[in-house]
Each structure stands twice: as structure tokens, then as C-alpha cells.
């Protein structure tokens, strides 16, 4: 059954849209997987493949061969008997057979023959070649009549077939409506399905230029025309992207095919994507023929930004992550054809690409460039990540924080993704079970890093960069290897021309010649040079060439390091800065990236902020330094790599530890002051004071220290790597201390707790104030992750430290946490006692901040247990401390206990006074869960008021929010909404059930 299938040029998604099956069900049959409607599901196949039988394995009817031969031309030349491949590799009888194969029934002359198979000059004895070829030809072809048969003729030779063995006239009988009746739309599908590329795709450009082959081109274009058309009034518009997808690229300024492929993006929800499809084309209409878009093209674009398209509001788009591709692209047409055709390969699961080669030759640039032509193909969506896999530092990115990023992408919330990487993992496969992704993996260290990414779906392909081979990738997971090269001389000269300009390098071509080889022709190599080109426009190609000599061949290209792979190129950029601007540019190699911001250059220099700015400016200027987001400066990894090359080599040791130094206290107290801004804490560190030259960033309010952090987070977990790395453990856990209730607010609770192991093990040798700190927070974070016993053992440590220590501030908030702990666990009378302790500690230290907030605890907890007359005590003592120092927070916090006391005492009215007062303040401190918690109480308070339309309102409220930041205690506030209450209403919310 498969092989009949091949022999009709079917695909099996093809064949279950023609039976009505699934296509699972088609795979099963053929792979002889038992099933409850086998019978039925076989016979429904085997009548549409026109076979016999009750299995599918019978003889084909009356109307086909068995041992039927079958020749394909549109798309690369194949030959077949019975489903198996008829082996021609000699390059003239294939380019014969397919100038045949593209006239059927017609007799073409033996001079055209030759025309096609020497363009040039044909050898003396060519009519004698010919008819060796055509004996050839013929000993491949079966001797019956009705066959595919070759026959001499007065002028040459003709080719006779009909449809069931030649894809042309297949093709014609269903473009032109002359087989079986059919609605058009189904029949000019199965037409357009008969192709697998351009015309002779794998034989020499002549035949693709032949007017035949022309010909048969325009006949496509007229079919895909139709169908589109018939398609779209049909209401089929993702089947139009995907049949249009392909062709639209070899037609580039094709205007009504392009329209129709914007009308079909829009039509299936792909607004976003039909809106880039015009531009694509308003820019190659611009640039290429100097033309605007006709009215065809600018009705497409009205119709795709429309508003009122659907009903229906429309989904989530699906992730497009695909990385800016580059503005021209030179060569590689083996490799994009390579990886052209495994989108036609049919495998079981998803396919694998894997692009290979040595470090610069641009596998990258190639898989960006292909991924974006064939965007249409993967209508769920394009998935990107670099893994980071040669990183200078070897900070690879491990499979468990790359699938975080996946999940991310996918639109999980941080609070969403599971604890443990297999149950992450689980939730990233199930996410991507049934759709049809792109998913780039570039920059792979090795398979173990790429295989739990990889994509499951059939349809759905993974894209895989590497500087290593990966044979276990291609032996245990059928990747298909697309090895990439150096460019051609003619690719280089290509290259070389496009980025300097024609004329430029037209001038001197021997210079050009010098340029390539000093590069290598390494793309990389070639792009930096060019750039060094551009960026001086009189300085001569020859004395440029010159420059890159006396600097030293590329001595490391075979070496695989990128970070000698550019030496010289790179020497010759770093060369012409300032004295001020090449020392910036040696010191941003001690800075962990991945960006710098003015006054952290500031700091790393030791110098003022406008001087670090014009020296970053300058690096700018000379493309050492790229700009992605203002304000932020990044240097690739080649750049930092040489960065850090030259900060070893030139920067004496004593400076660099105190460059060190300075980025450290830069980020300590940058970060310290961004916690003062957002939060009043009941604990307080003393920060080691900074170095001379440290700048720190300054906050004016509130919102810009919120947007410093989220800016920042990266670097601020690589810099307590920095610091654990270098030595410096007072840095590591003050850095950790600082970043900690950020972490917790935005749910980054991994990264809190990697934070914290690494201040736990650079203070692992010192029974003193930062272990203590790492014990409680790791202690607080187990606690927001549910993991009570391991919160219990970090926080008892904390405590027995702390009371080693005399610190009665540290014991009172461990103490804190330790009721926490308890309340989690339900047991209110122990988390009472130890927050009642910690009240007494607090108090005695002179702490109010810490004693404001355990009095509330208290209070809290008086009311979990029923004590309502001293929690209502507590808690107003508790709002009149938090007033004076002024703490939103702290406030809300009180205000909402009060409310929850006020209910337990039966005084609705007053409950829902003070819930009020709590979700303005939770309003003013931008906690939104906190409103939606203290919403869903007012709600329980109405209820039990006997209001249930107020209780109603209140909860919609609470859902919307909790709706909108993707937490779990939706589920909860919409029961109460289904049932106007329920059981334990008055319960604490599972999020937070302590104070």
C-alpha cells in the first residue's frame, strides 16, 4: 500500500484527506499496526489506491501495471519500477531523458538535444553519444506497450507515456480538467501535489531555461492561481499558505501570487505574518524593479489589516523566534537545496537537519536564511535558541533551563512550570505533541545537549547548528547531515562584492583575490574584513590586503577555537581605537556579559559616565560593540572571546582583580539600591564599601528600579557566578541577599535558589553571617516551592547560626520564616509561637519594621485559630506601626488580617471596610495577586452577608486578575463563582495561607 501510494506521488497526508481517515490511521495501516477498524480503514485505502484485496497488499486493479514504471521531472529526475529507484547517474543520459520527459509524444530534434546537453561546444562525435544514450534509456524502460518507451524518429527522438508514468502529463490532466470529474479545487490540489520543485531541479540550469520547461512553470503558476482563488472562497486558507508557501519564493516579484498568499496568511489567522509577506514584496518590487505594488497587492494588505476578518477574537499568535535574517544572501544553493528536500521527507516523527561545520563558516546565517523561507511550512509556530554550546566560558546552556525558555515561549507562566526538569520536560512534549513546529537549535555543544529539545510531530522539523559532527545525533535520532564548507572563490567574490560595493572591488580585483585569501574564505572572516572596508571608504582595497598581511595570517582557522579564529581581523579593528577606547574594549573582557550598560562601564574603567559613554560610542562606531536595546551594549561571542584574549594578556593581574572588584561593587550596590527603592525590609545588610571609580546606577522612583532589575537579571546572576569564581564570598552572598525579594516577587524562584547555593558553597568554610543569610532565603524559597522539609533543615541552620552569631535580627526573621513554615503545613499554634518569638526578638533589637510585620503574623495567626479578639488586637497595632513607617506593603497586608478578623467575628460590614483599605494599598504596591487575594474575601464576606449579587462582583473581580497573571487559585475563585460558595470559603487561598 505505501509503495502504491509513492507510485501515485501521494503524500500520506495527501491520501487521508482523500479518504476522510486520519493521517495516524493511514501510518498504522501501513506499518501493520493492529486497530478496532482496520478492516474498514484497509478497504477504504486500498479502493483509493485502486488495489484489491483485504489488506492493502493485493494486486493493483486492471487500470495499473504491477511492474509499472514511473518517471518524475517536476522537481529533481526520478526513476522508478514497481516503487523501487531504477539507478541513472550519468549526467547527459539524465538531462536527455528529462528534455524528453518535459515533451511527451512530441519529437524534438537532435540538434536541440545537443543545445540542452553542450550549451557550448559539442564534441564531434555527439549524434553517435546520442544514440548510445537513447540505447541506454531504452534497456531502463520495459519493453510492453502502454510503457514508458523511447523511439527514434526522422529528427531525433520522442518519448511516449501517459499520466499513470509520467508526473508531467499527470500534471496536465488534472490542470487542465481532462481525467476523471472532480471539484476543481480538489483536482488543482492533487495538480500543484505533483510537484516537488523547479522543473529538473537537480540537472544543469539549460533545461530549467528550456522553453518547454518554461512553459510547464507558467502552467503551475496558472494552476496555483486558480486554486488559490477556489481554495480561498472555500474557507481553506491554511492549505493555500502551504501549497503557495514554496512557489512564492521562486517567483519573488510575482504580484498576484504573493496577493494570494497574503489573503491566505490573513484567512487562517496569520495576520502579523501576511502583513510581513507584503513588505517582503513591496521591498523586492522596489529594490528589483524599481516598481510600487500593484492594486491586487494593496487590496491583499487592506483585507490582512482588517479588523473585522473573524467573529471570533483571533488566538495567541504561535512563537515566531526566529532571529533577524541578513539583508542579502550570497551562495549556498547545494545546502538550501539539501535542506529543501527534507521538507518532503516522510518519517514516522519530526525531522532532524543538522547543519555542521567549523567555527565562522556560517552555519547560522544559513539556517536563519532558510528557516525564514520556509516559515509557511510550520503554520504552529518557530522556535529558536542559541545553546550556547562554545561558549568561552563553557556556560553552556543545560537542556533544563533551555526547556524553561521553550515553555516560556510557549506561553507557560514562570508559576506554571513544574519544579523537576522530567516533569518540565513532560510539559514541553505534551505542548508540542500535535503541532507543526520549526525548532531552531543553533550552536549545539554535542546530542545529549539537543536531543530533549527536539520536536515529536510528524510535519514538524528540528534545525540544528554544531561545530561538531554529532554522529550520535545522526545514528540514534536520524538527523540528516547538511555539512557546510568554506565558500567558493566565486561565493567569496560574491560576498566580498555585495557588502564592499561592485564598483569598489571591481576596481581592484587583485586586491579582492589578496582579501580572500588572507580570510580563507571564511565567511565570518570575509564579513569583518568587509565591514573594515566600508567603515574607511578611502582607504584602498591594496593597502587594506596590505594591513591584514603584516598583521599575521589567520593561523587558527583549523584549530576550532573561536577565539583565534579571527585574530588578525579582529587586531585590525582593535588597532585604530583611542588609547581610552582599546582599554574599554580589553576590560569588557572581564565583564560576564551579556550586556553593559554606561554606568557599569563606568565602574569596570574607574572612570566618570560621560567618558565610558564616548569610549562606548566609539566601539559602537567601529562595530565592536552591537546595540540591541538602548541604552545596552553586547559584544558577540568571537568579540568577547578576544576581548578576554587581550584583558590575560595585557591587563597586569593587580588590575585585573580590581577591575573585578569594581563590577562587583558596581552590581552590589546598584542592586542594594534597587531593593531600598522597592521594598522595607525587616533585615538590613551592611554592603562592603565601594571601590574609588564605582558608579552606581541611581533609581528615581520605584518603577525604574523595578525595570533595572528585570534589565539586569542575567547579568546579576552571572556576576554572584563572577563572584563565587573569583574568590569573593562577602560579594556572593551580599550580591544574592540583594537580588532575593526581586527573585521572589517575578517568581524566578530557580534562579533565587541558584543564587543562594552559590553564596551557601563560596561561604561553605566560614561559620558566619553570609552562610546564615544563604540558609534562610534558601529556606524561604523551599517555602514558595513547596518544599517543606528541605525549608525546615535550611532554616533551622540559619537559626542555630544566627544565635551563634548574637544576631538577634537574623534570629528573629529565621524565626519568622520557621512560622511560615509551620502555617504551610497547617499548623497554626507552632508558626504562632515561633512568630511570637521572633515578635519578642524583634522588639528587643529596636527593629519596628520586623516587629510590624510578626505582629500582624501573630494576629494572623490568632485568627486561623479562632482567637478573634486578639488578633483584631495585634492587627491594629500592627496597621498603626506599618502607617508610621510607611509601608504599602506591610499595610495591605494588615489591613487585609483585619478584614479576615472582622469576618470571623461576624462584622461584615466592617470585614469589608478594611478589605478596601487593604486592596488600595495593594494597588499602590503593585501586588496584584495580593488585590486579587483580598478581593476573593470580600467575596466570602458578601456572601456570608447574605449580598450574593456584591459576592459575585468581587470575585469576577478576583478571577480576572488571577485569570490574567496565569495563577492557579483561578480554579478556586471560579468554583466559588459556579457554586456562590462552597466549603471552607473562608479557607486561606492555596498560594499564600500565612503572612
Known sequence: ????????????????????????????????????????????????????GDDGRGQPDSTVSTGSVRLTVLGPLRLSRAGRPVPLTAAKPRCMLALLAIQPGTDVGRDEIADVLWPDTPPPTWQNLLHTYA?????LLPARPGALRIDRTAIGYRLSADARHLDVLRFRQLAEGTGPDRPDAERLAEALDCWR?????????????????????????????????????????????RRLGVLVELEPVHEPLHARLVHALAGSGQRAAAVDAFHRIRARLDDELGLYPGAELAAALDHALRDDQRDEPPPAPPPAQLPTQVAAFVGRTGELAALDKLLSVEEPGATVALVHGTAGVGKTTLAVHWAHRVVPHFPDGQLHLDLRGYDRAGAALEPAAATRAFLAALGVRPEQIPESYPAQLGLYRSLIANRRLLVMLDNARDAEQVR???????????????????????????????????????????????????????????????????????????????????????????????????AGDLDSLDAGDPATDLRAVFFCSYRTLSVDGARLFRYLGLHPGPAITVPAAASLLGTPR????????????????????????????????????????????AERAEAVGRILDHYLHSAYEADRRLYVRSDSI????????????????????????????????????????????????????????????????????HAQQ?????????????????????????????????????????????????????????????????????RHDRALAHTERALALFRAAGNRVGAASALNATGWYNAQLGEYHVALQRCREAVRLHEELNDN???????????????????????????????????????????????????????DAGTPGAALTAWRAALTILTDVGHPDAARVRARIAGLGGPGRRGTPPGQPSR
Not at 218 to 233: K, P
Not at 530 to 538: E, Q, R
Request: glycine fraction near 8%; hydrophobic fraction near 40%; proline fraction near 5%.
Open 452 to 550: 530533549p529539545l527536539l520536536p515529536t510531530a510528524a510535519g514538524s522539523l528540528a534545525l540544528v547548528t554544531s561545530r561538531d559532527s554529532l554522529l550520535g545525533l545522526v545514528a540514534t535520532d536520524r538527523a540528516h547531515p547538511v555539512p557546510l564548507g568554506l565558500f567558493t572563490l566565486d561565493e567569496a567574490r560574491d560576498f566580498l562584492a555585495d557588502r564592499i560595493s561592485d564598483d569598489r572591488a571591481g576596481t581592484e580585483p587583485e586586491a579582492v583575490e589578496q582579501l580572500i585569501g588572507r580570510c580563507a574564505r571564511l565567511p565570518l572572516a570575509l564579513a569583518v574584513t568587509a565591514a573594515l572596508a566600508v567603515s574607511n571608504p578611502g582607504q584602498s582595497l591594496d593597502s587594506l590586503a596590505t594591513e591584514l598581511a603584516e
Open 197 to 241: 520543485g523547479p522543473v529538473g531541479a537537480d540537472l544543469p540550469d539549460q533545461l530549467g531555461q528550456h522553453p518547454a520547461a518554461v512553459a510547464l512553470h507558467q502552467q503551475r503558476i496558472t494552476a496555483a492561481l486558480d486554486y488559490a482563488d477556489l481554495a480561498l472562497a472555500e474557507g481553506e486558507p491554511a492549505a493555500v499558505v
Open 610 to 653: 560621560r567618558a565610558a559613554r564616548l569610549r562606548l560610542d566609539e566601539l559602537r562606531r567601529a562595530h565592536l560593540v552591537a546595540t540591541d536595546e538602548p541604552g545596552r551594549y553586547a559584544l558577540h561571542d568571537l568579540l568577547r572571546a578576544y576581548a578576554g584574549e587581550l584583558a590575560d594578556a595585557e591587563i597586569p593581574p
Open 135 to 139: 540505447a541506454r534509456l531504452r534497456k
Open 1 to 52: 500500500m505505501r509503495r502504491r501510494r509513492k507510485e501515485m506521488g501521494w503524500t500520506q497526508e495527501e491520501l487521508a484527506r482523500r479518504t476522510g481517515l486520519s493521517v495516524r490511521t493511514v501510518r498504522n495501516v501501513e506499518s501493520d499496526r493492529p486497530g478496532a477498524d482496520r478492516g474498514a480503514s484497509v478497504e477504504q485505502l486500498a479502493r483509493a489506491l485502486g488495489l484489491r
Open 758 to 826: 552559590r553564596a551557601l558553597e563560596s561561604n561553605a568554610d566560614r561559620d558566619d553571617l553570609g552562610q546564615a543569610q544563604a540558609h534562610r532565603f534558601l529556606g524561604l524559597v523551599y517555602l514558595r516551592m513547596s518544599r517543606a522539609d528541605e525549608a525546615h533543615e535550611q532554616l533551622r541552620q540559619a537559626l542555630d547560626l544566627f544565635r551563634r552569631l548574637g544576631d538577634p535580627g537574623g534570629e528573629a526573621s529565621t524565626e519568622r520564616g520557621i512560622g511560615r513554615a509551620y502555617a504551610r503545613q497547617g
Open 889 to 943: 506593603s506591610g499595610l495591605a497586608n494588615a489591613w487585609d488580617s483585619l478584614g479576615y478578623t472582622h469576618h470571623g467575628l461576624g462584622n461584615h460590614a466592617d470585614a469589608v471596610a478594611c478589605y478596601e483599605r487593604a486592596i488600595e494599598y495593594f494597588r499602590a504596591a503593585d501586588d496584584r495577586y495580593g488585590e486579587a487575594d483580598a478581593l476573593t474575601r470580600v467575596g466570602d464576606t458578601q456572601l
Open 686 to 753: 551592611a554592603p562592603v564599601e565601594p571601590a574609588a571609580g564605582v558608579e552606581p546606577e541611581r533609581f528615581v522612583d520605584e518603577r525604574s528600579a523595578l525595570a533595572w532589575f528585570d534589565a539586569e537579571r542575567l547579568v546579576l546572576l552571572r556576576v554572584v557566578d563572577l563572584a563565587a569564581d573569583t574568590g569573593r564570598p562577602t560579594h556572593t552572598w551580599q550580591l544574592a541577599w540583594a537580588v532575593s525579594m526581586f527573585l521572589n516577587r517575578r517568581v524566578h524562584w530557580q534562579d533565587w535558589v
